[in-house]
């Protein structure tokens, strides 16, 4: 251990303040101190053993309150306005795990409502979440702009010059590439510190109700012989009202409720699998996108889901975008549902995805009965903070920006090549939702970023985004600041190994010409 | 989510209060504030990893158990939870009289690999059983203040609270304690120096 001089001298000075007459002793009450210090023990501290305490004692407080959590739950009162969050975790779950629920669970039903109950933001040491710059390659992508993707791990470094023996993903660039030009204003605010949130996920309890799952016993198969299990998902079936089905994944804290399928084609009168085809949705069926709204939310209402900590909702409406592209309109097929996003929001911000839209609490609506068919993305708002040091370039920013975003393009230049421009606005401040992958698990990670509107693109490109976003941890910009994490294309001028078969990529938006 | 986050100490009582009405968020940040300092602090005084764990465990069991009688204005927070882990150490000691504060197996294995040199990892274990032992000699409370002043870094004010002195009595218990670690250690550091030198 270093030993700060200020340390010693402190100490020095209390003894001598303490007692004058050590000061006839310092020599050797320096090796005396500094001895001390030199020899502090490691305590071997355990983040482990701190972390496992710490389920102990979150689900001991939980058990604590249980008798009070109860009386209330089967009061007068409502259940909306008892629980904020996922209620739809009380409706299914409490009744279930109910005061005759075995020993071993007791602990588990409080556990698991609280888990679904209750945001927070628990702030942890610097850099808590480890290393963010982590190479790309490993991490999970987003789609890209023009819906391209492959295999990022077995690209080769083939750009920038000729010489390199092209991999069989490698792909022919295509015919019309884009270069995002920043028209705002000077970007400021860049502060060398920020904050990225990671989501918890996951309880201990799950190890509870697997096991005493595991235990029930069957004649089948002796679930107990694999050992220590744990519960990961589990769905219920609700068969007389609307007919949904509820996954509550607890590994990954969230719940989804879907269409039941078979109640919905007895609705719809299906037969033997087979359903009578519907009339096509017309231009003049499409609801405004105020009454798409108003459904979604009221479903959110009816199940109890308390939307406050969400953001304005919007409705996912690029089938406009598309529609308009087509010369012949008539022969449009319009979507028969209609998904309504609930922006997350983390400490005031909101919640994108990194292509730029909107990421949260999800609602699908059914256009030809204006029913809600179910939401996804219910997922308890509890994270950890934890500051990482920030980008404060402009230009490093501008950079990303130019070619589309983290997962953009670099503009190859074919002879055959077109570089089309798209112009972008003054950036909005915004958390970006990330998934940081560190060789063996996924974090999801809520970063800082910047948001940029695209406010000019050219008429004939209805599948770029409609926002390019940048984020501000100096880490993550730093792994995908060189290496594109689009496809890697081949220059005319790179020689192929004769060995190698350059297979074309299944997408319908580029032109496969062979390799000269 | 408007919800804020807590962190400084003077936001400390409103994650007790919280705590105090069952919010478990709000004494797992009590909790990941003051675990280290706390389980360093037992440590210390038994360095003996697995009964410091098991001993930090007693004491935040306890801290939670008890944490509808913390009033803020007697003590803060961080005194009372050290009160409580001072009140489980003097059980524990209690309870095993044997128990000697020497370093252990595991501890001697670290020493040993955290030096390439087999030379100065030899000298870097005698050094640490000669503090340990020098350390034994004093009297409780001497060794307490010394290890809390010393390695923990806490003012007088905060030994004070948890010993349930006052700060004059225990800078004056760190002093004597200091020199009779003098008094006990020139020959020791003498034949250190010949053996490095």
């Known amino acids: 251990m270093t030993l700060k001089q200020t340390d010693l001298t402190v100490l020095l000075e209390e003894l001598y303040n303490i007692d004058p007459s050590l000061q006839e002793h310092e020599a050797k009450l320096k090796e005396l101190l500094r001895e001390l210090i030199a020899n502090k023990p490691d305590t071997e501290f355990n983040e482990q053993f701190a972390a496992k305490l710490k389920v102990l004692l979150m689900e001991r407080q939980a058990e604590q309150s249980k008798n009070s959590f109860f009386s209330s739950l089967f009061s007068t009162r409502s259940l909306p306005a008892l629980l904020s969050g996922a209620v739809i975790m009380s409706l299914v779950l409490v009744p279930l795990l109910s005061t005759n629920t075995p020993k071993e669970l007791r602990g588990s039903s409080d556990s698991i409502a609280a888990l679904f109950a209750a945001p927070s933001i628990t702030a942890v040491k610097k850099q808590a979440f ?37 991999s069989s993903k490698m792909i022919v660039a295509p015919e019309v590439t884009y270069k995002y030009i920043y028209k705002g204003e000077e970007i400021s605010g860049l502060t060398d510190t920020v904050s990225v949130y990671k989501r918890i996920k996951g309880t201990a309890t799950q190890q509870e109700l697997g096991q005493y799952l595991a235990g029930l016993g069957s004649d089948m198969i002796d679930l107990k012989k694999f050992g220590s299990t744990k519960l990961t998902n589990f769905q219920l079936a609700d068969t007389d009202k609307k007919g949904y089905m509820i996954d509550v994944n607890m590994e990954e804290s969230m719940i989804s409720v879907n269409p039941n399928q078979w109640w919905w084609a007895e609705q719809n009168n299906c037969k033997n699998g087979i359903c009578p085809e519907l009339p096509r949705i017309q231009l003049s069926d499409m609801p405004s996108d105020e009454e798409v709204i108003a459904i979604a939310t009221n479903f959110l209402r ?23 592209q087509m010369e012949n309109k008539s022969e449009y097929y319009f979507p028969d549902a209609l998904t309504v996003v609930f922006p997350f929001t983390v400490d005031g911000q909101t919640v994108y995805d990194p ?16 029913t809600a068919m179910g939401l996804w993305n219910l997922i308890p708002q509890r994270f950890e903070k934890s500051d990482y040091t920030g980008v404060t370039s402009a230009d490093e920013i501008l950079n990303v920006v130019q070619r589309g975003g983290l997962y953009g393009y670099m503009p190859y230049l074919r002879t055959e090549q077109t ?3 798209v112009s972008v606005g ?91 | 989510m408007s919800m804020s ?38 440590y210390y005084k038994t360095m003996h990893r697995q009964t ?22 007697k003590a803060s927070f961080t005194t009372w939870l050290y009160q409580i882990a001072r009140n489980t150490m003097i059980d524990f000691f209690r309870k095993n009289k044997h128990h000697s504060v020497n370093i252990n197996d595991e501890t001697i294995e670290r020493t040993l690999t955290d030096h390439s040199d087999m030379h100065t990892a030899t000298d870097a274990v005698l050094r640490l059983e000669q503090v340990r032992s020098h350390l034994n000699q004093l009297t409780p409370e001497q060794r307490d203040i010394i290890m809390m002043r010393v390695w923990q870094e806490l003012s007088y004010q905060e030994i004070a609270a948890i010993m349930d002195k006052s700060e004059a009595n225990c800078k004056m218990i760190f002093s004597r304690g200091i020199k009779e670690l003098r008094r006990v250690m020139p020959l020791t550091l003498f034949l250190w120096f010949l053996i490095t030198s």
């Open chain 1, 426 to 516: 003054t950036p909005s401040q915004v958390l970006l939702q990330y998934s940081d992958y560190d060789g063996m698990r996924t974090n999801e990670l809520f970063i800082p970023a910047l948001l940029f509107p695209i406010i000019d693109a050219p008429k004939d490109a209805p599948y770029l985004n409609t926002h390019v976003v940048v984020p501000l941890v100096k880490d993550i910009l730093e792994k995908h600041k060189n290496i594109p994490d689009g496809p890697v294309y081949i220059m005319d001028d790179v020689k192929t190994d004769d060995t190698v078969t350059t297979e074309p990529a299944p997408l319908p938006e580029v032109r496969i010409l062979p390799v000269q």
């Open chain 1, 302 to 324: 009816d199940y109890g889901v308390d939307t406050s900590n969400y953001g304005q909702a919007i409705v996912e409406n690029d089938w406009k975008r598309w529609y308009e």
């Open chain 2, 52 to 73: 410091a764990e098991d001993l930090t465990s007693e004491i935040f069991m306890k801290a939670l158990d008890k944490i509808q009688t913390y009033k803020p204005h």
């Open chain 1, 355 to 370: 292509s730029g839209r909107p990421s949260g609490l999800r609602v699908n609506v059914n256009i030809r009965n204006n």
């Open chain 1, 419 to 421: 570089v089309k421009e």
């Open chain 2, 5 to 42: 986050t807590t962190t400084s100490t003077e936001e400390t009582t409103q994650l007790v209060i919280a705590s105090q009405k069952g919010d478990s968020t709000a004494f797992g940040v009590l909790y990941d504030q003051h675990v280290r300092k706390i389980y360093d602090f037992v």
């Open chain 1, 130 to 166: 480890g290393e963010l710059n982590v190479p790309a390659g490993s991490s999970e992508a987003a789609s890209s702009p023009q819906g391209m993707g492959g295999d990022r791990a077995d690209q080769a470094a083939g750009f920038g010059g000729g010489g390199t023996a092209a």
